[in-house]
């Protein structure tokens, strides 16, 4: 399954003959100024992609390349745009949910808003409690978070 954009580099490619070295990324967040879709040249710098958008009209506390699900947190302004970066989001500490961990009550409010339909509860159990088949019967991999989250508690 291949996306829109890169059916398009495929094809400029093969039929134009022209690599791919610009890419159309989303520049958003509570942080920046000019937020929108920009045209931006493969390896340019987080920074400079900051300047073109008319800088910070708010401190920054989180900087993350790709989308608020499965994007990466990045601690640099040197780090490039590579070819998969689809956006970058300049997050202020308003819009950083930096909350201590806590038990699961099972309210099941996780549940309702998983976008790839988990049981993040039942997930999130199975592996504090080392039952890792059972966690592997849950999908964990297809939700970036869940497996990083598994991999660091031992692995599935």
Avoid: W
């Avoid at 398009?8 to 920046?32: D, P």
């Avoid at 990045?74 to 308003?94: H, N, Q, R, W, Y």
């Amino acid at each position: 399954m291949q996306n829109v954009g890169t059916t398009y580099a495929i094809h400029e490619a093969v039929v134009n003959g022209r690599a791919l070295f610009m890419r159309y990324i989303t520049v958003s967040g509570g942080a920046i100024a000019k937020p929108g879709n920009y045209k931006v040249r493969i390896g340019t710098r987080i920074s400079d992609v900051v300047d073109e958008c008319g800088g910070f009209k708010k401190p920054v506390a989180k900087i993350i390349m790709g989308g608020p699900l499965r994007g990466t947190s990045v601690f640099s302004m040197d780090i490039p745009v590579v070819k998969g970066t689809a956006g970058i989001l300049f997050l202020t500490e308003k819009e950083v949910s930096a909350r201590n961990y806590s038990a699961c009550i099972r309210c099941g409010k996780c549940v309702a808003v998983c976008p790839a339909g988990l049981l993040p509860c039942l997930l999130g159990n199975a592996v504090e409690k080392g039952r890792l088949e059972t966690a592997k019967s849950l999908n964990p991999y297809d939700c970036a978070a869940h497996a990083a989250m598994c991999a660091r508690r031992g692995g599935l």
